[in-house]
């Protein structure tokens, strides 16, 4: 007879227990448990823009629908999409790039795991300047690869230096990534800077994979480089990932892109055939809409995060003992609150970015997100991707919060 309990037939991958859930869930979850419960809970933990998908784009989804555009594409995606992020790279960066080089993924998530999946052996080590997006490290460890740290702080605008960058690069480094505008802080990488980081790049040879989901959404008239623009050789060794979610607000219909030397794209589109196919067909034209259609809306959403961006980064400024940079780009404020620690609210004391948030969250029904779920803990991030009325009173009640600590 079988001693087996029915527990020790579950066995997880060793891959799956190297995926944690993220430290930030905790408050998501108590923030969910709050509302459920019929408090009014104000939350700066949104990642994706506030606004609708524009009305032509969800049109030539639906026009797609109807003319029985719902059947398999090329797993890498449609030609006139690979056509137009062609188009729109060259316009927009000077970049030529023809369809062989190009892979539409389901997201610009999936395109960097399939990134990673191409370029990435066993014991790689992938260089990843902190704060971090979340999902990096984790993807990294997905597909076997090592993610290394290299810190940054507000002081230095959260931004790595080529020395900084040069000293974590050991025989086994394989790629660096580059995120700018960054979500979490917002920072953009200046041509300038980006030049002096091309040089250790090209002397190492290293990749970089460059996420720029940001690009359109940049302030006070600062310009995107992307850092495959700085010579062939650079764009020789870029993975340039990009995609609609946060330009025209299509979050939830999954379609990112990917530039990449050919041989890459190839076999990246053949990873994706045998996982999840083409992504969703209807989704790929209204892309197409996204990319080629009037662009107006992309203007007036960035016009708005303007607006809602100097009245948080001034109001955060001005609560004692909390310090904001202003962002250059993106939806998210990053400030510094590590002069709270130490201190006791009504809730307990506050040690860290998580009971920080943990603390606001039960005494003044704000919900921000922990800067420890981005690899640095004595920030919290803020979304102004919600109403102008939220950010001014959600703010108020985080000053009221800050001064009651003892
Ligand atoms: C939102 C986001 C992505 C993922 O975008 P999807 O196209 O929705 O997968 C990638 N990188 C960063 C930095 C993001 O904030």
Redesign the pocket.
């Known amino acids: 007879m079988s001693t087996a309990t029915p527990q020790k037939t579950i066995r997880l991958s060793e891959k799956a227990s190297t995926v944690k859930d993220s430290i930030t869930m905790a408050i998501t979850a108590l923030a969910a448990q709050m509302t459920a419960e019929g408090t009014k809970v104000l939350s700066f933990s949104a990642?994706?823009p506030d606004f609708d998908t524009p009305q032509n784009i969800k049109q030539a989804g639906i026009n797609a629908i109807k003319a029985g555009k719902t059947k398999y594409t090329a797993a890498s995606g449609i030609i006139e999409l690979k056509k137009a992020v062609c188009k729109k790279l060259k316009q927009d960066t000077g970049l030529t790039y023809g369809p062989e080089n190009i892979v539409i993924t389901c997201?610009?998530?999936?395109a960097?795991y399939n990134a990673f999946m191409a370029v990435l052996n066993p014991g790689d080590e992938v260089l990843i300047p902190t704060p971090y997006?979340v999902?990096y490290p984790d993807q990294a460890k997905l597909v076997g690869a090592i993610p290394v740290l290299i810190e940054t702080t507000d002081k230095a605008e959260f931004k790595i230096t080529p020395d900084q960058l040069e000293k974590a690069i050991t025989p086994k480094t394989r790629l660096l990534i580059l995120?700018s505008p960054?979500?979490p802080t917002g920072s953009i990488y200046t041509q300038a800077e980006l030049e002096d980081l091309a040089e250790i790049i090209l002397k190492y040879q290293i990749m970089v994979l460059s996420?720029e989901?940001?690009e359109k959404l940049i302030y006070d008239g600062e310009k995107h480089i992307s850092i495959a623009t700085l010579s062939p050789r650079l764009k020789a060794l870029t993975l340039l990932?990009d995609?609609v979610?946060?330009s025209h607000s299509m979050?939830g219909w999954?379609?990112?892109y990917i530039a990449a030397e050919a041989p890459i794209a190839k076999a990246m589109g053949q990873i994706q055939s045998h996982t999840t196919s083409n992504p969703t067909t209807p989704a790929q034209w209204a892309a197409l809409e996204a990319l080629e259609g009037p662009q107006a809306t992309v203007q007036t959403m960035k016009k708005e995060f303007d607006t809602r961006r100097k009245i948080m980064v001034e109001s955060l400024n001005a609560i004692p003992g909390i310090t904001c940079l202003l962002p250059k780009g993106?939806f998210y404020t990053f400030p510094n609150i590590s002069s709270c620690y130490g201190k006791k609210s009504a809730s307990g004391l506050i040690t860290d970015s998580v009971t920080f948030c943990a603390n606001l969250l039960k005494e003044e029904h704000v919900a921000c997100v922990p800067g420890s779920g981005f690899g640095a803990d004595n920030h919290i991030r803020l979304s102004y991707a919600t109403s102008l009325n939220d950010i001014k009173e959600g703010i108020k009640k985080i000053a009221r919060f800050v001064s009651s600590l003892a």
């Open positions: 990642g994706e997201g610009a998530k999936h960097i997006w999902s995120n960054s979500n996420d989901i940001y990932v995609g979610a946060k979050t999954r379609i990112g993106a």
